[in-house]
């Protein structure tokens, strides 16, 4: 249901801001539809792919194998482990939550799904590599990587005690 409710926020807003556009007169309309099919034909490409090789992911990840090291009772080496694959994973949000849902599907415990999800969201090598290295200098993000480590652990593991 909040899918629905989000999916219609977000239809809703985007038709108003289009109204807005239109009632402007002055070609911002026509501008933001050529910046939207411009960003389309840009993120189409790396979508589909996101999902395709999400979906191999999930069809090849053995069951017993996601139950015995990330299942619910893995503990904290199913939480470390979690939240380097979430780490090391690259692509967007695509592959990540699916992924993670696929995990889910195929044993893996909640903790430990939400400590991948939070190893993606806090720890990527990608990001750090690529953008926060360059941009933010390498203290800066010594000094972010020192402090967000443990909370993929912390929260897969409060909510490991929360789900069972």
Same mark, same amino acid.
């Given at each position: ?24 007169? !002055? ?7 050529? !910046? ?27 069951? !017993? ?6 299942? $619910? ?24 939550? $699916?992924?993670?849902? $696929? $995990? ?27 953008w926060e290295i360059p941009i933010m200098g ?27």
């Amino acid at each position: 249901m909040a899918l629905v409710l989000f999916t219609i926020l977000l239809w809703t807003a985007t038709a108003t801001l289009g109204a807005i556009a239109f009632r402007r007169s !002055d070609g911002t309309f026509a501008r933001g539809l050529r !910046d939207a099919a411009r960003e389309a034909v840009f993120i189409a490409p790396r979508l589909c792919i996101g999902i395709l090789g999400a979906g191999f992911v999930a069809a090849l990840l053995p069951a !017993d194998l996601v139950s015995a090291y990330l299942g $619910a009772g893995s503990g904290i080496v199913g939480l470390a482990g979690a939240s380097l694959a979430g780490m090391i994973l690259p692509g967007g949000p695509v592959v990540a939550f $699916a992924v993670g849902a $696929a $995990a889910l599907e195929a044993g893996a415990g909640h903790g430990q799904v939400i400590s991948f999800i939070l190893g993606w969201l806090l720890l990527s090598s990608n990001r750090t590599l690529v953008w926060e290295i360059p941009i933010m200098g390498t203290r800066f993000v010594l000094f972010r990587m020192v402090l967000a480590t443990p909370i993929p652990l912390v929260i897969g593991y409060f909510i490991s005690l929360l789900a069972n």
